[in-house]
């Protein structure tokens, strides 16, 4: 039975890899390295090392491997930045969906859990986003999830496909020292490069109708994000129901502050990070409920936040010098 995973070559793609391999299953990794690292791939796992807008390969993949299903990460995922390259973000993220589709088709492969956002969501007017949430994505990145959600279904009404959509927030931690985040753009990769250059974290507001006035979020364990995308791969090939969306939340999230001051205890960096003004659009909370994936998914927060961020911390520090900047 092997899986084939999309951007299994990132951060969390690789630890879908890794858990697959924990449940005895055969991962394959096609990733085209542009965000990836092939260092984070496995000696004994394949990689294909090819763009999902390069229809033939990903069919060829699909053939050679003999693949059972498909685990789908692989995306362009920087919600700010796909306000300026939509159309990039539109190429990745949905032509990209639709070759993976359109190669499944053509092979017979009928098994998709896709990596969705809860980006679909925008700024939901809620105290908790549960599946019925209405989506309102006000992002390119936040409507191509949304899109490639409707893809998945879609296709479904047309062909022998099952399929799943995991929507979530922000990933952090590490289940491995030796894979890391690397992006630009997350809160604590962010923090700790600013540790390592000696300059000042920030928080972007501090006068939010929350607890401590700082912005709450769900922030959830790559490790637990990677272990709901496999059991639902397990699921589908144990034939057991499957609802089309899944929301992947913590039902309480932590504050800006609470990052902070458990980087600085876990870190042991003495700092007060500076307080800048609010930035235009974000909303004070949004937190969504796990409840239906605990159900299906055995979906648990089963790291807290310390073990987050001591573990994200541990494999940042083990990249010292070879963290890429």
């Avoid at 299903?69 to 920087?78: C, L, N, P, Q, R």
């Avoid at 609470?258 to 909303?283: C, E, L, N, S, Y």
Wanted: with cysteine.
């Amino acid at each position: 039975m092997t899986w084939l995973v999309t951007g299994g070559a990132g951060y969390i793609g690789a630890h879908v890899v890794r858990a697959l391999q924990d449940a005895g299953m055969r991962p394959v990794v096609l990733d085209d390295l542009s965000t990836g690292f092939a260092a984070f791939v496995p000696d004994d796992v394949p990689l294909v090392e090819a763009t999902l807008l390069d229809k033939a390969a990903v069919t060829e993949a699909l053939r050679e491997y003999d693949v059972t299903g498909v685990i789908h990460v692989a995306g362009f995922k920087y919600a700010g930045v796909s306000v300026t390259r939509p159309l990039h973000t539109y190429e990745q993220n949905v032509t990209g969906t639709v070759n993976l589709l359109d190669a499944m088709v053509a092979t017979e492969v009928s098994r998709i859990v896709f990596s969705s956002s809860a980006a679909t969501f925008g700024t939901p007017d809620v105290d908790l986003v549960t599946e019925q949430t209405p989506v309102a994505p006000e992002s390119p990145y936040g409507e191509t999830k949304l899109i490639g959600e409707w893809l998945l279904r879609d296709v479904a009404r047309a062909h022998d496909l099952t399929h799943t959509s995991l929507r979530y927030f922000n990933v952090v931690g590490s289940g491995s020292a030796d894979l890391y985040d690397t992006s630009p753009h997350n809160l604590f990769p962010l923090v700790f490069d600013m540790l390592y250059r000696g300059d000042t974290p920030r928080i972007n507001g501090d006068d939010y109708p929350t607890p401590d006035g700082t912005c709450v979020r769900d922030y959830i364990h790559v490790a637990d994000l990677a272990l709901a995308h496999v059991t639902a791969a397990q699921r589908m090939l144990a034939g057991e129901p499957l609802e089309p969306v899944y929301n992947l939340g913590s039902g309480d999230g932590s504050s800006v502050r609470q990052i902070m001051d458990t980087i600085r205890k876990v870190t042991g960096i003495d700092f007060d990070p500076a307080v800048h003004p609010r930035r235009p659009g974000d909303p004070a909370r949004i937190v969504a409920s796990g409840e239906l994936a605990a159900r299906d998914l055995g979906w648990a927060m089963r790291h807290d936040l310390r073990e987050m961020v001591a573990s994200a911390w541990a494999a940042r520090q083990k990249a010292g010098d070879d963290y890429p900047r």
